[in-house]
């Protein structure tokens, strides 16, 4: 029998390798459509043996779409100024893997099967650790082992799975937005406003490898904040008023002032590397020099290197990315509100109907909670008392009921679905929702529906534990899942409530089937290079 976290890698290893299969059924089926979108040249110089022909067989499939982008500029590097809008940490992290990779399989295959395979296995790899610590944030957030299970087993078939698998950033993505989020709930047991300075690596990454990265500098700020009211202040007062010689008042500042100089340190370090990125941009592609291309990647109307012909290059603050976007991708506030794009508006519809109902009634039925910025009531209760006596009322089954803990979650993930809704290709939320923020897998585990089971033998599983070792005290987060799942699926690999147990009611079917549904479906679509989100 598995324990949780065992449980939870092994089921996020075979979701990939089921989405490795999907895909390579699919290709080899179903002949691809003709997208008429940009495809990486092939180097003419390059040898293709029969090796990379079983390579192309197995995970061509994943080179769709996007991932096009991501493997050009892992083999090739910036040749383009619209590549700029692909942030560079998974390219390249796929670029040195594959170094290392051909350095043993290089007299079999080609740099180019080389860096397929170094994509896959980087981000089977990067899945599953993600998975782990949106475990552990799941059960410092919800102080639930059960509902961070769900969660979790839920994320490892989200609706936007297949580029949690294909040669896009979104699996690294993840991690780092969840690692970030990770560290800043770490402060809330610190008796001081000391910011960990290590949070400001996973956000400084998540920033160079997407571009709403820089919002995760939100859970910094705000961690800051939140410890400096709720604990430095009380803290100082406290002392303040029981302190017999005021000419030390000047040291009881001294936390806020520390806590200060650590938010800067913190911030700089996490923008360092972005300022890197654009800084390179601007002298890739702004300052005029030879780009010493090879003839092959030359031939294209894209805008080459060391041309200086781009507008942004002007700007007073030249970032590309903005330009980018809406120059070759027509990116734009209510640019994609037409007739044709209805049926994209309905393949974003299912999250963005879960994040908006959820959220905005979680912040309805919260109000007090929401006008102090999700700090705890006792911290300005003088501003209510005269208002707003009346106690508040309970909302213990809807999602996050009263608690505050959620709110930084919920104006995040708000601010996203909104920015969605006005500016990016529709299509796109479901991925980049589901990738940088985990309250769709808490809404979803808060309102699907698994009782135990008949296999839930109490005592198979203490004997089990008792054999093992652990004692006669058996872990209750261990019994709680194994009630969840049943014996039999507590011993196997790949078999969860969400695949293998028919859901009680309609609200738990549409969850079971939205997401196993879009994880099919959209597996299928995207490697045939059919449109998806």
């Known amino acids: 029998m598995y324990t949780p976290r065992q449980k939870i890698m092994w089921f ?6 089921f989405i490795l299969l999907i895909q390579m059924v699919s ?6 459509h003709d997208a008429k979108v940009f495809i990486s040249p092939e180097d003419p110089a390059l040898r293709s043996s029969k090796a990379d022909n079983i390579v192309q067989l197995f995970v061509g499939g994943m080179k769709r779409w996007d991932a096009q982008y991501f493997i050009h500029i892992a083999q090739y590097g910036y040749t383009y100024e619209n590549c700029l809008a692909f942030f560079p940490m998974f390219p390249l992290i796929v670029r040195y893997v594959g170094y290392i990779l051909s350095s043993v399989l ?5 740099f180019h099967s080389t860096l397929l395979i170094s994509s896959t296995i980087i981000n089977i790899l990067i899945f599953m650790k993600s998975a782990d610590i949106l475990h552990k944030l799941s059960i410092r957030v919800l102080r639930s082992e059960s509902r961070a299970y769900k969660s979790v087993i839920l994320y490892c078939v989200n609706p936007a799975s297949i580029f949690f698998s294909a040669p896009y950033s979104e699996s690294l993505f993840a991690l780092m937005s969840f690692y970030t989020m990770f560290k800043c709930t770490e402060n809330e047991t610190l008796r001081f406003a000391s910011i960990d300075i290590l949070s400001a690596l996973p956000a400084g990454f998540s920033m160079i490898t997407r571009s709403n990265g820089v919002i995760n500098l939100g859970f910094i700020f705000y961690a800051s904040f939140k410890n400096v009211i709720e604990r430095t202040l009380p803290e100082i007062a406290y002392k303040y008023r029981t302190l017999k010689h005021r000419i030390i008042i000047p040291v009881l500042l001294l936390p806020i002032f520390t806590s200060t100089v650590a938010l800067f340190l913190t911030v700089i370090v996490a923008i360092f590397p972005f300022v890197l990125v654009q800084t390179y ?3 890739k592609f702004c300052v005029p020099n030879d780009h010493n291309l090879p003839e092959f990647l030359t031939i294209t109307e894209y805008l080459l290197p060391g041309t200086a012909a781009s507008p942004w290059c002007n700007n007073s603050l030249p970032l590309s990315y903005s330009y980018i976007q809406k120059h070759y991708w027509g990116v734009g506030p209510f640019e994609y509100y037409k ?4 049926p994209n508006f309905m393949l974003a519809l299912p999250i963005l109907v879960l994040i908006l109902y959820n959220c905005l009634s979680y912040l309805k039925n919260n109000m007090r909670l929401l006008l102090r910025l999700g700090l705890k009531e006792n911290i300005f209760n003088f501003i209510y008392s005269s208002k707003m006596g009346n106690r508040q009322k309970q909302y213990s089954k809807t999602f996050g009921a009263n608690d505050p803990v959620f709110f930084v979650y919920v104006v995040h993930v708000l601010f996203l679905s909104f920015f969605c809704l006005v500016f990016v290709h529709i299509q796109v939320t479901t991925r980049l929702l589901a990738s940088a923020s985990p309250v769709l897998y808490w809404i979803c585990s808060s309102k699907i529906n698994v009782g135990p089971t008949p296999t839930s033998d109490q005592n198979t599983i203490n004997e089990h534990f008792r054999r093992l070792g652990i004692g006669k005290r058996i872990p209750s987060h261990h019994l709680s899942i194994a009630n969840l799942e049943g014996v039999d699926n507590m011993y196997s690999k790949w078999k969860t409530f969400i695949v293998s147990r028919k859901m009680p009611d309609f609200q738990s079917q549409f969850i079971q089937c939205y997401f ?3 994880l099919v ?3 299928v679509l995207f490697s045939n290079f059919y449109p998806w989100t």
């Open 27 to 32: 290709n080899i089926l179903i002949p691809d």
């Open 106 to 110: 290089g007299s079999v295959i080609n």
């Open 281 to 283: 941009n601007y002298f």
């Open 12 to 17: 996020a290893f075979s979701s990939r390798v």
């Open 521 to 523: 479906i959209g597996t």
């Open 516 to 518: 196993l549904g879009y």
């Open 339 to 342: 007739l044709k794009q209805i």
